[in-house]
């Protein structure tokens, strides 16, 4: 199983990016899967899980601001960020979970600044 997160950068407090976690070895329409972040110097937290019966959870920091969907044709999941806030600025990881296994991606950096 490989997941390669991409679709990290620089953006202006207030923008928004989308981040893209592909997977080879795995199918996301039967298992769940999430993103994490972890900022500079603190934790890694959960940021977003879509689950297999396709329900979404949101960390309260994120919600109403962040979107996470799937694309089953592409095997791909996102994340919408919108309106970012300079506390958004992490490391942002995707998390595939099957069953008791889970698989984690490389990270793709996002800062928020001006």
């Known amino acids: 199983v490989q997941l390669q997160a991409s679709g990290g950068g620089l953006v202006q407090p207030g923008g928004s990016l989308r981040l893209s976690c592909a997977a080879s070895?795995?199918?996301?329409?039967?298992?769940?899967v999430a993103w994490y972040r972890q900022p500079p110097g603190k934790q890694r937290e959960l940021v977003a899980t879509f689950r297999s019966d396709r329900s979404t959870n949101y960390a309260s920091a994120v919600k109403g601001r962040f979107t996470i969907s799937r694309d089953i044709a592409r095997n791909t999941v996102y994340l919408q960020m919108n309106s970012l806030k300079s506390e958004d600025s992490a490391v942002y990881f995707c998390k595939a979970t099957r069953g008791f296994n889970d698989f984690w991606g490389q990270g793709t950096l996002v800062t928020v600044s001006s």
């Open positions: 070895g795995f199918r996301f329409n039967y298992n769940a």
